[in-house]
């Protein structure tokens, strides 16, 4: 604007001395200054709010720096920390790899072992199965021959069954004549009575025991593997000494072979069969406190025993 006042000034001072083609050229240039003036003077207007708005801009992006140098040493600072928690995890995965590598070793070593044992224990359990198989085997054995045992008692006692009876039946007429016949322990057991067969302190059999014993021996001989004892027993009452009889001993030993000869010579009993043996007074079968227990007390028994020499036979 001061330009365009100038021209003017300088164009009236100088108007005397212009002429009019002059002036009009002038004025035509003024005209084109004014519109230059006005140009340039919109041109500065709107460069000055350019330049406010770059101000603002200025002081947003001044702003956003400040706020970017912030978050960028927060973010340096979280950087450094995670490189040092880095550093300490990569120490710490380099010393779990050594640790590893050492425990693979140690565990290539223990595995070799464990393999070694187990190969012994292989060993040691074939060795128990055979230990196994021929202890099955001779269980098995033992099995059969203990079978083999069970059905020659069985049939033992089968036969022991029938020789009670025969010999119940033989005697039968001497029931409740001081003779009894039972089955334990798997032999058979005639009891005679002392009534039966002799007389007070007698060792002679009397007549009637005398039949009675010879039925006996004749039924005896159905069986020749029999094992016969004859056991002669008294009560307590002591021997008054006599020819041949000190004691109760004597005379139970001496009633018992009586017994045998008979058995022997007139019921025909091998007389390898046979055994004689006196117990006196020391295996009562009741008290010696009453006339009818001291009187069950002297008698004669006659024990029949199955022959067991295949049972020991198979024991062996």
Known sequence: MRFINLFVVLTLGLGGCVSSRQFKEMEMQKLALQKMSDSLLALSANQSGELGNLRVSHAQLTEEVAVLRADTLETGGQFRRLQHAFQEASKQNQMLEDNYRKLLKGRESEATEMMNQLRDARSQLLQREDSVLSLEKALMAKIARLNELEEILARRDREMQALRSTVAKALKS?????????LRNGKVYVSLSEKLLFASGSTAVA??????LTQLGQALNADTTLQILVEGHTDDVPMKPAQNLQDNW???????TSIVRILVKEGGVNRSRITASGKGEFSPLAPNDTPENKARNRRTEIILSPK???LYDLVK
């Open 174 to 182: 001497y029931e409740g004549a001081g003779l009894s016949v039972q």
């Open 207 to 212: 007549e009637n025991g005398k039949k009675a």
């Open 250 to 256: 004597d005379l139970s030993v001496l009633r018992a």
């Open 308 to 310: 067991l020499d295949m």
